[in-house]
């Protein structure tokens, strides 16, 4: 009997499995993947085995379905009758944006146990931020062992489904507004004369900082803002510059539209 099942091993998958591999034995990992090499590989990283997909669905306590949205219900449809009849129990866990929980349970054929993630791609380094939901068959012991299954992932906070699709737009797809926006930096002191890997080094290494700042002090953003804004002085002129190239409402509207795209998914 497996402990966790991943079916698919893309980026996502992967990461999870590499994170989950570092609580629990390896060993009791089983990964399947369309690409089996792809699979075989991380298998061989990881120190996990590799099998079907049909496999996972009769043996795993917990299986991940780490597949796009739009191949979910082909890839769950024929594993229906291997789930129903299956006497342990078991928890299928989907990271698939815009796919409710009930839209989970009726691609897999019953009202199984679900719990929905929305992970983002910095669990490969621990330090993710994982919203989380689970469906009223998910019991409340299965709910803490699920928590320690992903302790090695970073933070991992239940919400309201309702707020998922929400959540997502801001730090599941966020990873690439941050990097976008450490570029931009680094490319402004590139300009001014700064060599490249040390404008990428401060940049990456002021968000850290700064970040850090806002969650540790629990102090508002713009408070903090106001803190390094001088009267007269080069940050106000900075922030400025910002506002007057409408920085926020960019960002803004990168989660809306992240947002209203995911609702489209599922149209």
């Given at each position: 009997?497996?402990?966790?099942?991943?079916?698919?091993?893309?980026n996502?998958?992967s990461?999870?499995a590499?994170a989950v591999?570092?609580?629990?034995?390896?060993?009791?990992?089983?990964?399947?993947?369309?690409?089996?090499?792809?699979?075989?590989?991380?298998?061989?990283?990881?120190?996990?085995?590799?099998?079907?997909?049909?496999?996972?669905?009769?043996?795993?306590?917990?299986?991940?379905?780490?597949?796009?949205?739009?191949?979910m219900?082909?890839?769950?449809?024929?594993?229906?009758?291997?789930?129903?009849?299956?006497?342990?129990?078991?928890?299928?866990?989907?990271?698939?944006?815009?796919?409710?929980?009930?839209?989970?349970?009726a691609?897999?054929?019953?009202t199984?146990?679900?719990?929905?993630?929305?992970?983002?791609?910095?669990?490969s380094?621990?330090?993710?931020?994982i919203?989380?939901?689970?469906?009223?068959?998910v019991d409340?012991?299965?709910?803490?062992e699920?928590q320690?299954?992903?302790?090695?992932c970073?933070?991992?906070?239940?919400?309201?489904?309702?707020l998922?699709?929400?959540?997502?737009?801001?730090?599941?797809?966020?990873?690439?507004?941050?990097?976008?926006f450490?570029?931009?930096?680094?490319?402004?002191?590139v300009?001014?004369?700064?060599?490249?890997?040390k404008?990428l080094?401060?940049?990456?290494?002021?968000l850290?900082?700064?970040?850090?700042?806002?969650?540790?002090?629990?102090?508002?953003?713009?408070?903090?803002?106001?803190?390094?804004?001088?009267p007269?002085?080069?940050?106000?002129?900075g922030?400025?510059?910002?506002?007057r190239?409408?920085?926020?409402?960019?960002?803004?509207d990168?989660?809306?539209?992240?947002?209203?795209?995911?609702?489209?998914?599922?149209?």
């Amino acid at each position: 009997m497996y402990t966790t099942g991943f079916i698919g091993c893309g980026n996502m998958g992967s990461a999870i499995a590499a994170a989950v591999s570092k609580v629990v034995d390896p060993s009791q990992i089983l990964l399947a993947n369309k690409t089996a090499a792809k699979a075989e590989a991380l298998a061989s990283s990881l120190g996990c085995r590799t099998g079907s997909n049909e496999a996972i669905a009769e043996s795993c306590s917990y299986i991940f379905l780490g597949v796009k949205p739009h191949m979910m219900k082909d890839m769950l449809t024929p594993l229906q009758s291997i789930l129903q009849k299956r006497t342990n129990p078991f928890i299928l866990v989907t990271m698939a944006a815009g796919l409710s929980i009930s839209d989970i349970q009726a691609c897999s054929g019953d009202t199984y146990p679900v719990i929905r993630i929305m992970p983002n791609t910095p669990v490969s380094i621990g330090k993710g931020m994982i919203q989380a939901c689970a469906s009223p068959e998910v019991d409340d012991s299965s709910l803490k062992e699920f928590q320690n299954l992903m302790a090695a992932c970073g933070r991992l906070d239940f919400l309201p489904e309702n707020l998922i699709d929400a959540a997502s737009a801001l730090s599941g797809c966020g990873p690439a507004y941050v990097y976008l926006f450490i570029e931009a930096l680094a490319d402004g002191a590139v300009e001014c004369g700064l060599p490249r890997q040390k404008a990428l080094d401060y940049a990456c290494q002021t968000l850290i900082g700064a970040a850090s700042l806002a969650l540790e002090s629990g102090k508002h953003p713009g408070e903090l803002k106001d803190a390094v804004c001088s009267p007269g002085g080069t940050t106000i002129a900075g922030v400025h510059a910002l506002e007057r190239n409408g920085f926020r409402n960019a960002a803004m509207d990168a989660v809306k539209s992240a947002y209203d795209k995911t609702k489209q998914l599922n149209k």
